[in-house]
C-alpha cells in the first residue's frame, strides 16, 4: 500500500482537533494556528505538499490575509488589496473566483503536467509535483464576506484518498472554528489601534 492510499489514523486527527481547540481558547496568533495545524496535520500522516489558506480581514493595509504552507519550507505570509474597480487578473483565473462565482463548497482536481492547466496556479503546482488540489470556501457565518477560502495538495503519486478527504474535510470545520477565533481577536486589536 502506498503512502497516499494508507488510511488516515482518526486518533491522530482528533489530536490535532484538541490542539485547535485549545489554541482557540489560549487565544493563539492566526499566523501561530494557521503554521501549527499545517506542522500536526503533516506529522499525523497526511502527505500534504501546500496548504493554503486566506481570511478576510478589516485591516487599514489589507483586505485579506493569505497563508501559504509547503513541507520542507515552512509558511508565507500575505496581506491582499483589493483595488477599487475590478478584481486582479490574478483573481479572476483561480479556483477561489469559480468556488465563489459559481456557490461552490469544493473544486478538487487532478493536476496532469501533461495537460494544459485548468488555472495558472495548476502550472505553479505541477513544477513541485502536486498530483492532486482540493480547494474550498468555509464561511464563518451566512455573511459569505467574512471567512476561510483554502486549498489542500498533495505531491503523493495516486492523490487523495477518500479517507484523507474525509479527514480534511472533518477537520476543516474545527479549522474554521479555531481561525474564527483568531480573525476575530486580530480585527478587534485593528480596530483598537
Not at 474597480?85 to 465563489?100: A, M, Q
Not at 467574512?146 to 479517507?163: E, H, K, L
Request: aromatic fraction near 8%; proline fraction near 5%; glycine fraction near 8%.
Amino acid at each position: 500500500m502506498s503512502k497516499t492510499q494508507a488510511e488516515i489514523s482518526t486518533i491522530l486527527m482528533d489530536k490535532v482537533a484538541d490542539w485547535l481547540t485549545q489554541s482557540a481558547l489560549a487565544g493563539s496568533d492566526l499566523e501561530a494556528l494557521v503554521k501549527g495545524f499545517c506542522e500536526r496535520l503533516a506529522a499525523a500522516g497526511l502527505p500534504l505538499k501546500r496548504v493554503h489558506l486566506s481570511f478576510s480581514m478589516l485591516h487599514p493595509l489589507y483586505d485579506a490575509l493569505g497563508f501559504t504552507w509547503i513541507r520542507g519550507q515552512g509558511m508565507e505570509v500575505e496581506g491582499f488589496r483589493v483595488e477599487p474597480g475590478e478584481p486582479s487578473d490574478r483573481f479572476l483565473t483561480s479556483p477561489y473566483y469559480h468556488l465563489l462565482s459559481n456557490k461552490l463548497d469544493h473544486l478538487r482536481r487532478r493536476i496532469d503536467p501533461s495537460l494544459p492547466p485548468e488555472f495558472p496556479i495548476f502550472g505553479e503546482l505541477a513544477l513541485m509535483g502536486v498530483t492532486d488540489y482540493m480547494a474550498f470556501v468555509h464561511p464563518f457565518s451566512d455573511d459569505t464576506s467574512q471567512g476561510m477560502i483554502g486549498s489542500w495538495s498533495t505531491d503523493g503519486t495516486a492523490g487523495f484518498s477518500d479517507s484523507m478527504i474525509s479527514a480534511l474535510l472533518r477537520i476543516q470545520s474545527h479549522l474554521a472554528i479555531a481561525t474564527k477565533m483568531a480573525v476575530l481577536t486580530k480585527l478587534a486589536d485593528n480596530m483598537m489601534t
